[in-house]
């Protein structure tokens, strides 16, 4: 398979990345490179086979049902979340306008 | 006074606790070493004031009769990848700089809490991804050595270039790395250094910037087996903020630290003897097998016959993790935001990550966003991880054949900074030795051999079973007695 400019675009926008022109027509052999090289593994007999879901077999845990039972990582941490907000306004995340 | 920057791990740490120096003098010694290396750019920020706070904290308990931490008076270097409360965290990115964490990575915690001191936030490939150093938005590391005759700068590889170069120039005793796809490996092979990727959730992955999470690890990078070993100790540990952290408890590496093999058996991968790997590589292979031969173990051929699948299976997973890990830099919780005049949240979005991000770093989300997009997924996603179990099966089916694999680190020594960049395919190549252990989350080290022709280092891989750092660790220790490498760059930085 192959990417053309077109898709390369649609990638670019679906990934929140904004490419002109000459960024597009340099990653369209790149990308392509890349993906006729990874092409190989449609060589692997994969019959039977699952896909890997975790390396080191491990479960999850479910942790106390406790309020803040982690301090670092519980609630009441407005201004260290905000701390490096580039534009916090009122306590929040301040954004563009997002309604018309 | 025998220079003070000569010292590793052990050495420190016993010199301070017998009261041979202060833990002060000490950090006042790398800071000096520090602050006179610029020209290696292996730092992006220097931390001189962290490192002398918890160097007096020592002295102080020393003083008062305290037990002190394992890595007690050692001031280390910290991949820049690992949060620190209050100083710059920046995956070596654009869209990162001047973020400034208020909470501590669990591993670098468990270091300060050992007693060790940072020196300052290390160089690395941008987000983790390269193998060269060469894709930093604060500039290239150099590597201390340089060919024989030669004035060209080297690679200190990648991505943990920053902790390499610094660690081989003696500029700190140690550093943290980060191993996705053998980022603590081929960088400790390329600058003569030892560098040890634990078995995956050894180490909590919390507060470290995610690159591909199914495959990072955090390890140690020290210039011996034993460096290693104390290092791996203070770092490795269950931590309930990571759901794939190991409930195990860690045992005493060092303390076992045994390099009489008899009764080993160490594995060759027939399939490692690869098209393209350098002469000098293949001989000290051969040398290998003779010192852990001399070391008592049995040498055995084993077959990893999915080997030449590990390196394309691991840039679809490693890609697609990361599109999907770097969706969360978006201009509005923390980092860089560009919104041009006018514009709505969407541009917003896709103008910072235009900004922010490095070539490499969106040539990954690219190929990432691709391989999970719709009609593609099964292709390319599940064809992938199954590619990923079978390769994880081959080690299975190897391991009951041997205790532990050798094989090279890299298939060349390092190259000049500037030779790879023509095609990104080449560079990723330098990681077909290193990768399949890491797609099979298990215990991989590099130590060093020997000198090629050019005068530059060459290092030997050791991978183990689950949980077998020991196995790992042993054996490396039986190379590095037999392998005497005393070698170390000429100073000209």
Excluded at chain 1, 21 to 32: G, I, K, R, S, Y
Excluded at chain 2, 68 to 86: R, W
Excluded at chain 2, 102 to 116: C, M, P
Excluded at chain 2, 211 to 228: H, I
Aim: with cysteine; charged share 20%.
């Amino acid at each position: 398979m192959s990417v053309d400019k077109a898709t390369v675009a649609k990638i670019a926008s679906l990934a929140r990345i904004r490419m002109d022109d000459a960024e597009l027509e340099q990653m369209v052999p790149e990308l392509n490179g890349i993906l006729q090289w990874v092409e190989q593994l449609g060589e692997v007999d994969v019959t039977g086979i699952e896909p890997m879901a975790a390396v080191i077999p491990n479960t999850l845990r479910l942790r106390d049902d406790v309020v803040d039972a982690d301090p670092l990582t519980g609630g009441g941490k407005q201004g260290d979340v905000l701390a490096n907000a580039p534009a916090a306004e009122h306590g929040f995340f301040g954004v563009p306008k997002v309604i018309e | 006074m025998t220079d003070l920057t000569s010292f590793g791990v052990k050495d420190i740490r016993d010199g301070v606790a017998k009261g041979d120096f202060t833990a002060r003098e000490v950090a006042e010694g790398f800071n000096a070493a520090v602050a006179g290396a610029a020209a290696l750019n292996a730092f992006i920020v220097s931390t001189p004031d962290h490192a002398l706070a918890a160097a007096d904290k020592v002295d102080a308990a020393r003083a008062a009769g305290d037990a002190l931490g394992k890595m007690a008076g050692v001031p280390i270097g910290m991949k820049d990848l690992f949060a620190t409360n209050g100083v710059q965290t920046t995956a070596a990115s654009h869209i990162l700089e001047g973020f400034t964490p208020r909470y501590e990575s669990t591993v670098s915690q468990k270091l300060w809490d050992a007693g060790a001191g940072m020196l300052g936030k290390l160089n690395l490939d941008q987000f983790a991804m390269g193998s060269s150093n060469e894709t930093s938005y604060f500039g290239n590391v150099s590597s201390p050595w340089r060919k024989a005759g030669s004035n060209q700068p080297m690679s200190p590889g990648g991505s943990s270039g920053g902790s390499s170069s610094a660690v081989a120039a003696r500029i700190a005793p140690a550093a943290t790395g980060t191993d996705t796809g053998g980022s603590i490996r081929q960088p400790a092979a390329f600058t003569g250094i030892c560098g040890i990727k634990p078995t995956y959730g050894r180490c909590s992955r919390w507060g470290i910037v995610a690159f591909a999470s199914s495959l990072d690890q955090a390890g140690p990078m020290a210039r011996s087996v034993e460096d290693c070993a104390i290092m791996l100790g203070a770092m490795a540990g269950f931590d309930p903020k990571d759901s794939t952290s190991l409930q195990m408890d860690v045992p005493d590496w060092e303390a076992a630290l045994n390099a009489d093999l008899r009764g080993k058996k160490v594995g060759i991968p027939r399939e490692y003897r690869m098209e393209g790997t350098d002469q000098a590589i293949l001989d000290s292979w051969e040398q290998g097998k003779a010192w852990l031969k001399d070391a008592g173990a049995e040498i055995v051929d084993v077959s990893l016959p999915h080997t030449k699948y590990a390196l394309p299976a691991y840039y679809i997973v490693a890609p697609a993790e990361a599109s999907s890990n770097l969706a969360r830099y978006d201009g509005v919780r923390y980092g860089l935001r560009d919104l041009p005049e006018g514009v709505g949240l969407q541009d917003m979005y896709a103008a910072t990550r235009a900004a922010g991000f490095g070539d490499e770093v969106k040539r990954r989300i690219l190929i990432g966003t691709y391989v999970l997009s719709a009609g593609f997924y099964d292709a390319y996603y599940t064809q992938a991880q199954k590619v990923r179990a079978l390769v994880a099966r081959d080690f299975a089916r190897a391991f009951e054949e041997c205790d532990v694999i050798l094989a090279p680190t890299t298939p060349t020594a390092s190259f000049p900074l500037g030779s790879m960049n023509e095609d990104p395919l080449t560079m990723y190549l330098n990681d077909v030795f290193a990768v399949p252990a890491s797609l099979a989350g298990l215990p991989a080290m590099s130590v060093p051999a020997t000198i090629n022709a050019d005068g530059l280092p060459l290092g030997l891989q050791l991978v183990g079973r689950p949980f077998d750092e020991q196995g790992v660790l042993n054996a490396g220790l039986a190379i590095q007695q037999r392998a005497g490498f005393t070698a170390k760059p000429e100073k000209w930085w």
